[in-house]
């Protein structure tokens, strides 16, 4: 561990909400359990049968915004106010617990949750009610084209040119909570790795991508982030000191 970064670039998955009761994607009983991945989680499912795809969505809504902050989430806003380096979350998941958390420069790369978008005209509305085949756009007023502004299979992801830049800058790379098989995401650590960062991966087990990871940090993310985050700024500290 260095004690000086200047860009540190956080990526999450699934698993940094997990102790915050939510299901991740590809554990038993995961939040796509008794639903196809086929059938709500790719733009042709959305073509074939919105009103399903909605359907699911709007369910899933209520239960992500019920969800508190844990301590990973919390810690990552503690580095953010406390450690004197640009920090980015570059983050999957659709839930908003890093805002919850009061987390700052946050890419969802996947979507949101309370967003949905209008597929004439590219408005992207916030709601926190249910969105469904008849939904009007508040923008262009065309009816039945809102899409729920999740980044299904197929379709590209959002903010890639502001992730791009934050990869190749970044001199830390953290991921927390993600198996690493969905790509383009998966391979974000080879860049950074690439372009020179230290690269740590916080996770239960060794995931398939773990070869690009100089530090494995196994166990719950709400333990071991926490612990990460008092080394880090302990040793920028302890630099400090010794620097005046
Ligand atoms: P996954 O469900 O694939 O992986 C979650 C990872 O978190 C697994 O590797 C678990 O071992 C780990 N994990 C679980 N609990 C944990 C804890 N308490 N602390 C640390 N790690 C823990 O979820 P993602 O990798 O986020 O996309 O999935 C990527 C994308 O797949 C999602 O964003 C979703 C789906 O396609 C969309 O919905 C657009």
Redesign the pocket.
């Known amino acids: 561990m260095k004690k000086d970064y200047q860009h540190i670039v956080i990526l999450t998955?699934?698993?940094i909400s997990?102790?915050s009761g939510l299901a991740?994607?590809?554990?038993a009983n995961?939040l796509w359990n008794n639903h196809p991945v086929e059938d709500v989680?790719t733009i042709e499912a959305f073509q074939r049968n919105p009103a399903y795809v909605h359907d699911f969505y709007n369910e899933l809504k209520p239960l992500l915004n019920a969800a508190k902050p844990n301590p990973a989430h919390l810690a990552i806003t503690k580095l953010q106010q406390e450690y004197p380096a640009k920090i980015s979350i570059i983050t999957?998941?659709?839930d908003t617990l890093h805002e919850k958390a009061g987390s700052q420069n946050i890419y969802h790369i996947?979507?949101q949750i309370n967003q949905a978008v209008c597929l004439n005209c590219g408005h992207v509305l916030e709601t926190f009610t249910d969105v469904d085949t008849e939904t009007t756009c508040p923008h262009c007023q065309i009816s039945g084209m809102m899409k729920p502004n999740?980044?299904f299979f197929g379709e590209n992801l959002l903010y890639m040119e502001d992730v791009d830049k934050l990869l190749h800058q970044c001199d830390l790379f953290i991921s927390?909570?993600?198996?690493g098989?969905?790509f383009p995401a998966a391979s974000f650590v080879q860049i950074a790795k690439y372009y020179g960062a230290e690269t740590y991966e916080?996770?239960?087990?060794l995931?398939s991508n773990n070869l690009y990871f100089d530090h494995h940090i196994y166990g719950?993310?709400?333990e071991t982030l926490p612990r990460f985050v008092s080394e880090l700024l302990n040793a920028q500290a302890s630099a400090d000191n010794h620097n005046h």
Request: glycine share 18%.
């Open positions: 998955g699934a698993g997990a102790e991740t994607f590809r554990a995961g989680a999957q998941n659709v996947h979507g999740i980044v927390v909570g993600t198996s098989v969905v916080f996770n239960l087990e995931t719950k993310a709400g």
